[in-house]
Structures are given as structure tokens and as C-alpha cells.
């Protein structure tokens, strides 16, 4: 069993930035991929940015590319997500998830893990 838990969410105003985290416990953690999802008011839960545990390739949804950066800290079981030039569409609740599959980094059904999620609120 692996448990995930965020920080770091907040209000912040439109461009700004915030930094979560994402903790992960548990003695069989050991992901292929750890990634952020996000879900705002009425809509389906999306992609954000994944990476690569052992080899630390990112990837990223085109919404956020170039003003996100997704990070982890193998020795600490965290990872994080630096989100820059914020918007108010960024506003949603995010969620960290922990993959152990190979391929499909960007699709929900290939997390088994999810942490409870953190609230992010950007005002214009």
C-alpha cells in the first residue's frame, strides 16, 4: 500500500506562484511514473505533468508547459510542482498519483495511487 499527501495549495493572485508537494509512505512505493492531475469545478479531472521516477524525464500538458515544473527527491519519496505565472483557469483541486505501469503517463486509469488532493485558488 502507498499513501500520497499534498501541500502546498493556496489563494494566490494571477501571476503568481505557489509550490506543492507530494509525500509518498509506504514499503512498496517504487512508481514508474509520479504525475499531477487537477480537477476544477464541474469539469473531468486532467493531466498536469508526470516524471519519469528513476530517469526524471517531465512531461506536461500544453495548458501548463513552460510555466510548471514537476521535480522530485528519490531520497525523500517527494515530488513537486513549481507553478509559475498562474491563472485563474489554473484554479482546481490537485492531486498527486503514483503510476507502476510503462506507457500511458498522461492517462488517470494508469494511476493506482492518489493523494486527497490540495485546493489551488488563483483571483484575477
Known amino acids: 500500500q502507498v499513501q500520497l499527501v499534498e501541500s502546498g495549495g493556496g489563494l494566490v493572485q494571477a501571476g503568481g506562484s505557489l509550490r506543492l508537494s507530494c509525500v509518498a509512505s509506504?514499503?512498496?512505493?517504487?512508481?514508474?511514473?509520479m504525475a499531477w492531475f487537477r480537477q476544477a469545478p464541474g469539469k473531468e479531472r486532467e493531466f498536469v505533468s508526470a516524471?519519469?521516477?528513476?530517469?526524471?524525464?517531465?512531461y506536461y500538458a500544453d495548458s501548463v508547459k513552460g510555466r510548471f515544473t514537476i521535480s522530485r527527491d528519490n531520497g525523500k519519496n517527494m515530488v513537486y510542482l513549481q507553478m509559475n505565472s498562474l491563472k485563474p483557469e489554473d484554479t482546481a483541486v490537485y492531486y498527486c498519483?503514483?503510476?507502476?505501469?510503462?506507457?500511458?503517463?498522461?492517462?488517470?486509469?494508469?494511476?493506482?495511487?492518489w493523494g486527497q488532493g490540495t485546493q489551488v485558488t488563483v483571483s484575477s
Open positions: 516524471i519519469d521516477w528513476t530517469y526524471g524525464s517531465t
Open positions: 509506504g514499503r512498496t512505493f517504487g512508481p514508474v511514473f
Open positions: 498519483a503514483n503510476s507502476n505501469i510503462y506507457n500511458d503517463y498522461d492517462r488517470e486509469s494508469r494511476y493506482n495511487y
